[in-house]
């Protein structure tokens, strides 16, 4: 069925390296993909999104590449802090609603 | 402004309790949401509201009662809940429900809910 998941559940790194979080997705048909950052005990605050008619969007300390092949999307973040520490969420549009469907979450770790 | 607030920020609540859960959002959004996250899971998606209508209710039971009084608020009535209820909800709104413009949908903090 359509689903949206993610290739790690946990991901630790040093900081200021850069990170890397990996989502795919099951229906070709989808035509926009969100991420989001979620702290404990906060709601999903947006970090960045993508329409299907791009392969790459660039934010703040922040890239989405989206791979439409290979059905794959990657949150790239720069020089990783602290404060970036929290649960990743990917999202891809369920409907013309406009209602998310949320693959499983990475937490991100960043060790000093 | 890209706030959604939602009341109150946690609830404890028997089997037999009515209470509600309250959001609200001052952004003009004509599309709102409410959403049910387990611990260490991803949200999901519980009713959808567009333009004040109820367009969506993902088969949830209805002890869950969703409101839309008008385009700036979003009720969740509760009653007689299971202790399986407990769970985060989250209210989220987004500038168009349609096919055209933004679909970024913005979250309120979530009501921590707890069912006795």
């Given amino acids: 069925g359509e689903s949206v998941g993610l290739h790690l559940p946990t991901l630790s790194v040093q900081e200021g390296d850069n990170s890397i979080i990996n989502c795919a997705y099951s229906n070709s048909a989808s035509d926009y993909f969100i991420w989001y950052k979620q702290e404990s005990g906060k709601g999903p605050q947006f970090i960045i999104d993508i329409r299907s008619n791009m392969d790459k969007r660039q934010g703040q300390r922040v890239t989405v590449l989206l791979n439409k092949t290979v059905k794959h999307l990657s949150l790239q973040i720069a020089a990783t802090q602290p404060g970036d520490s929290a649960v990743y969420f990917c999202a891809e549009r369920g409907g013309s609603q406009g209602n998310l469907i949320f693959g499983k979450g990475t937490k991100l770790s960043v060790k000093p | ?116």
């Fill in chain 2, 1 to 116: 402004d890209t706030e959604v607030t939602q009341t109150p920020k946690h609830l404890v609540m028997g089997m037999t309790n009515k209470k509600s859960l309250k959001c609200e959002q001052h952004m003009g959004h004509r599309a709102m949401y409410w959403y049910k996250q387990k611990a260490k899971k991803p949200p999901e998606l519980m009713f959808v509201y567009s333009y004040e209508k109820l367009s969506i209710n993902e088969s949830v039971p209805s002890r869950f009662s969703p409101e839309c009084p008008n385009s700036s608020l979003l009720n969740l009535h509760l009653h007689a809940l299971q202790p399986e209820d407990s769970a985060l909800y989250l209210c989220a709104s987004s500038l168009s429900p349609g096919t055209s413009g933004s679909y970024e949908q913005y979250f309120g903090p979530g009501t921590r809910l707890t069912v006795t």
